[in-house]
């Protein structure tokens, strides 16, 4: 069996097939740039970064997309207050959390539209709505009738009875309905907005979305990113707009969510003022700690901040870090001194490549794939860091290269990079330095070593942990030749 995911819109596990064969189209809601982003804004950043990541490994081409909603009331309210146009707020809180989102590693989205990019698009959306009587027009408003799409509520799990108590009456006022939300909103002449069928104004909330994925990605995607709180009304209305106007169904084939992080038991949340601020997070602390603490939970599980537990995920990547370091030590120093006897790490390999890709393969379970990796660290450690070591036998060595491939393999999945390898293919530079092309060449000619002693299982072993991290070796009567590229 391949990826298994937890299915929002099934409420059930499912075995992930993308609708197009070998291509998977990801669309994720991304921030409302009115402010500094704090640390939760972080943690779907990097979780995504990992599910793209690991698909790549396993092969498949990706397309990723996240937005900035940069036209809400929010941002509005902010230019009003501070006297700075919206578009520059929008602007500059949009680079800030880019910026952050580099020094975690996560790599940049295919494309991040903008609400006030999109609006022709989304004004043409809304009048194919009205056209098919799916949308009306209301005092320069115009809504959608919730009502008369058929599936409402499939997502969330909610009925019309539940969210319209009491009798079908005739609201009064500009809806129809209570239950009709926003596709573009009237505004007065000096409030933003754009001209429009209906008059000056801007798009609703939920529009932008459907918009940007019919534009980027097509009429029906792979899967779809967000919070558990934009489950609804958000994503149920994105559901019901797009296929109503596109006739395309599903609009999303596997629906993503991912829980909160709370402070002090609660969502963290700028309206109630518990944030934590991601860039200074970031400048007092190992971005690659931070990383390692986003991904220390389920997706599906609340996270919950506290220094400890952050200054717990420091110790964890000074670990990594250590056994990283120490074994490319091991591994350049053709007398270091090692256990004669790599029992304990070959077994520490198999548990590994087992339980971290079986992991990743249930629902993108960082947390299991972390603590494989901690067992592989522990294994490294045991034959390299110990008291009373012998020299290693060529064997022994070629076990330890092994361990060392397979870890900078899962830790690129991960997103984590150690900074003495900071500039291997698939982390942040397309060539080694000094120190990683000479641990390449030890790879290499470890590999060697082992088809001549035709040894098979380990040299295709090694090919494939170097392909992953971007190295191709090509066999050629004049010895082993290394390029970088897929």
């Known amino acids: 069996m391949g990826i298994v995911v937890y299915n929002t819109l099934s409420r059930q596990y499912e075995e992930f097939e993308p609708i197009e064969e070998g291509h998977v189209k990801i669309y994720v809601c991304g921030i409302t740039p009115y402010d500094s982003s704090h640390i939760g804004h972080a943690r779907p950043g990097v979780f995504w970064d990992v599910v793209r990541r690991y698909l790549l490994y396993k092969g498949y081409k990706v397309t990723f997309v996240t937005n900035f909603t940069d036209i809400e009331d929010k941002i509005i309210k902010r230019s009003q207050e501070t006297g700075i146009p919206f578009m520059e707020i929008a602007e500059k809180y949009s680079r800030e959390y880019i910026d952050a989102m580099d020094k975690l590693g996560v790599k940049r989205a295919d494309a991040y539209p903008r609400a006030s990019e999109v609006i022709p698009e989304i004004i043409e959306m809304v009048e194919g709505l009205i056209e098919k009587g799916y949308a009306y027009e209301s005092s320069g408003d115009v809504y959608f009738r919730t009502e008369r799409f058929q599936d409402y509520g499939a997502l969330s799990g909610k009925n019309l009875d539940e969210l319209m108590p009491g009798a079908r009456v005739q609201v009064s006022g500009l809806k129809e309905s209570s239950l009709d939300f926003a596709l573009w909103k009237a505004a007065d002449k000096d409030e933003p907005g754009w001209e429009s069928p209906w008059g000056w104004g801007r798009p609703g909330w939920h529009i932008e979305c459907s918009v940007m994925v019919l534009k980027f990605l097509g009429p029906s995607i792979d899967m779809h990113g967000g919070g558990t709180e934009l489950i609804f009304p958000h994503h149920e209305n994105e559901i019901a707009q797009s296929e109503a106007f596109t006739g395309v169904k599903p609009y999303v084939k596997y629906w993503i969510h991912h829980e909160m992080l ?14 934590l601020s991601l860039t200074h997070i970031l400048e007092t602390h190992d971005p690659m700690a931070v990383r390692l603490y986003l991904l220390s939970a389920h997706r599906r599980k609340i996270l919950e901040y506290s220094e400890e537990l952050l200054q717990s995920a420091e110790k964890g990547w000074n670990r990594i870090e250590t056994c990283v370091e120490n074994a490319t030590k091991f591994l350049l120093d053709p007398d270091a001194q090692g256990l004669s006897d790599p029992t304990m790490l070959i077994e ?53 290269g092994e361990a060392y491939a397979l870890l900078i393999q899962c830790l690129g999945i991960l997103g984590l990079t150690p900074r003495i390898l900071s500039t291997l293919p698939g982390t942040r530079e397309a060539q080694g330095d000094d120190v990683s092309q000479d641990l390449l060449k030890i790879l290499v000619d470890m590999r060697d070593a082992a088809r001549k002693a035709k040894d098979f299982e380990t040299a295709d072993y090694i090919r494939e942990r170097l392909s992953h991290l971007g190295f191709v070796l090509e066999d050629t009567s004049s010895g082993t030749k290394v390029r970088i590229g897929k």
């Open 262 to 275: 709370n402070l002090s038991g609660e969502k963290m949340s700028k309206s109630i003022g518990n944030v």
């Open 348 to 400: 520490g390999i198999g548990k590994c490549e087992k339980e971290f890709f079986q992991a990743m393969d249930y629902d993108f379970n960082t947390p299991g794939a972390i603590a494989a990796v901690f067992d592989l660290v522990t294994a490294i450690n045991s034959h390299i860091v110990t008291t009373g070591a012998t020299t290693s036998d060529e064997f022994g060595r070629q076990k330890v």
